[in-house]
């Protein structure tokens, strides 16, 4: 009795949805599919653009949702977590092909920057790990300001400054007693 009990309600549900329309179901269920969406990936932004996408899917595939097979918020899940699936798999490859990139340009712009340079400063920096290259180059290479270099690391003006201060340290180290 009790399996019936809980099948009923699913039933009915399913029989309501086919004879409610796509419309109706979307509505019903935006919020839950959007909820599932935030919560797989941790990213609202994300989320809402999926959670559109995914009822652009299910309307598209409408005519074939089976309501033996499951209720609306099921199938209507199981479009959004194929459609996280897909997305999750796009921007892997996304960040694979910028990493790969990335250590191209750098390898192309860390030998231009070699030009000049002592083999041994050559090294100590590449000692270095890539942010503090970084506010090495915005601070003593291009001559930013501290403030300036702040705001394009997205960090504090004292993070700044103990992260510049900490790399011509690491710097000093390598090379000895010659001044950086």
């Not at 019936?4 to 029989?15: Q, S």
């Not at 997205?154 to 000895?176: E, F």
């Amino acid at each position: 009795m009790n399996e019936v009990a809980t099948t009923l309600p699913a039933r009915a549900a399913r029989a309501s949805a086919e004879r409610r329309g796509f419309a109706a179901v979307a509505e019903d269920h935006l919020g839950d599919v959007f909820a599932y969406l935030l919560y797989m990936l941790g990213d609202r932004a994300a989320a809402e653009d999926l959670t559109g996408e995914t009822f652009e899917r299910a309307l598209k595939s409408w005519r074939r949702y089976d309501s033996r097979r499951g209720t609306p918020k099921t199938w209507l899940c199981q479009i959004a977590r194929s459609t996280a699936l897909d997305h999750l798999r796009s921007e892997a490859r996304r960040r694979r092909r910028e990493q790969a990139y990335a250590v191209r340009e750098t390898e192309e712009v860390s030998d231009r920057l070699a030009e000049g340079l002592s083999p041994e400063l050559e090294r100590a920096l590449r000692s270095l790990s890539a942010g503090e290259r970084e506010v090495i180059a915005l601070r003593v290479v291009l001559e930013l300001d501290t403030e300036a270099a702040a705001r394009l690391l997205r960090i504090s003006v004292t993070a700044c400054t103990t992260r510049l201060s900490r790399a011509l340290q690491k710097l000093q180290t390598s090379l000895g007693e010659t001044d950086v």
